[in-house]
């Protein structure tokens, strides 16, 4: 992958932003059981924060992206990462589960930015050659999140420090660390070459976009519903699987967290580049089927080591067909809207799959029910539909996007149909 010293600086700082925004988030993951005891309340209860994170990110995605399509990607991304930070920090300060839900939908609002603006922002500043290895390279800031959640919760949580018992309102202060992304941005990352060629033209809008294309744009909301399942199904209850139905204690929860999570980063980075080898399409329905026989080790073992190894290759196709999907929707994207429409689309696709969680929790929390089970059903279902779905895509592998498209009949996808030979 030949970058020079700014792409490498631009991938950089996408990459940290996302794993950061990804850290906040997952944070609650591991949380959930004791903000429950402390608000006298029960699981699903608390779970509805990660509906409304994911319910509200949309509107961060739409808010955030309108203003990088008019003042550039770098000094919006740099509000956003911010912004997220700050909304994490304060649900430390939560008096009642009121409040904390209030927070966590501001949270989401905030982090709801950050995929499309980082994206867009490293699309635009590399090489065609280089879309599919720095599309895994993105996505796993998203699992490397994660990964650092799960080490911060299995080295920090309930440790006594100068007499202080850490807590879960002291995990959320770490919010305040992703704002020192900005100064890093601020010094080192230039703006994207596409928005600066394209500043003085007029250009079409987001809403004006839509219209034209709302057969693809709906097509593409409706692959992410099921990719947001696939992710936060397998994901977000998986500490609270562990910990409620095996009873394995935080350090236990933390390292089986950790290998999920190092397997999502090799999926991700594997899946990426084969995608510029076998395309996006085929990149994407291998991981998926991959993901099928996983699923009896990674939802019904008994034993922390056999759990441990599910989950690795569950994560590894989860996050192998995850991979593809920022230089995928990139490379469907007009560029005047590029900062906007791909984390639109991502993050209402979010909006119709955000209340998988507490659906989740509540068949595993029924009489007969359990968190195995809850889970297999939805990566199951999910994994066979994405196979479906994601046939009908349209490709356009190797689109170039360091300069911005003018002209709007540019995207014009057809469903099923390779698009390769129509890039310059």
Request: net charge neutral.
């Amino acid at each position: 992958m030949n970058l020079n010293s700014q792409q490498k600086k631009t991938v950089l700082a996408s990459f940290l932003g996302w794993t950061l925004d990804a850290f906040d988030f997952f944070l609650l993951t591991f949380l959930l059981t004791d903000i429950a005891s402390e608000f006298q309340t029960d699981v699903p209860a608390v779970s509805k924060a990660l509906f409304l994170t994911l319910a509200t990110r949309f509107i961060g995605a739409f808010f955030f992206g309108m203003l990088a399509d008019r003042y550039g990607r770098k000094p919006i991304l740099m509000l956003n990462i911010v912004s997220y930070s700050v909304m994490g920090a304060l649900a430390a300060f939560s008096p009642n589960l009121g409040i904390f839900l209030a927070l966590r939908a501001l949270f989401g609002i905030a982090m709801g930015g950050e995929w499309g603006l980082g994206s867009s922002l490293a699309m635009e500043s590399i090489p065609p050659r280089a879309g599919g290895m720095v599309s895994g390279i993105l996505q796993c800031g998203y699992p490397a999140g994660y990964l650092l959640a799960a080490v911060v919760y299995g080295l920090l949580y309930q440790q006594t420090i100068a007499g202080y018992t850490i807590g879960w309102r002291a995990m959320f202060l770490l919010s305040f660390v992703p704002a020192l992304i900005v100064l890093f941005i601020r010094s080192h990352v230039p703006e994207s070459p596409a928005f600066i060629e394209a500043r003085e033209r007029t250009r079409p809008g987001l809403l004006e976009t839509l219209q034209r294309h709302w057969g693809i744009a709906l097509y593409a909301v409706v692959l992410m519903m099921f990719f947001n399942f696939f992710s936060h199904g397998t994901q977000d209850l998986y500490p609270t699987f562990l910990k409620k139905q095996h009873g394995f204690d935080p350090h236990t929860v933390s390292w089986i967290t950790i290998v999920a999570n190092i397997g999502a980063i090799v999926g991700g980075l594997a899946f990426g580049a084969l995608s510029e080898r076998i395309g996006r399409i085929n990149a994407i329905t291998l991981a998926c089927i991959i993901a099928l026989p996983a699923i009896p080790l990674w939802a019904y073992s008994t034993t922390p080591f056999m759990l441990a190894i599910g989950a690795f290759v569950m994560q590894v196709a989860v996050q192998g067909a995850w991979g593809v999907i920022p230089v995928h929707l990139n490379e469907l994207s007009p560029g005047a809207v590029r900062a906007t429409l791909p984390g639109f689309i991502y993050q209402a696709g979010n909006l119709a799959a955000s209340y998988g969680g507490p659906y989740q929790a509540g068949i595993a929390e029924a009489p007969g029910g359990s968190y195995g089970y809850a889970l297999a059903l939805f990566a199951g279902v999910v994994a066979v539909c994405i196979i479906v779905v994601i046939r009908f895509s349209p490709e356009r592998r190797g689109q170039v996007m360091t300069v911005l498209e003018h002209d709007p009949e540019k995207w014009v996808p057809v469903f099923g149909k390779d698009h390769a030979q129509t890039n310059r």
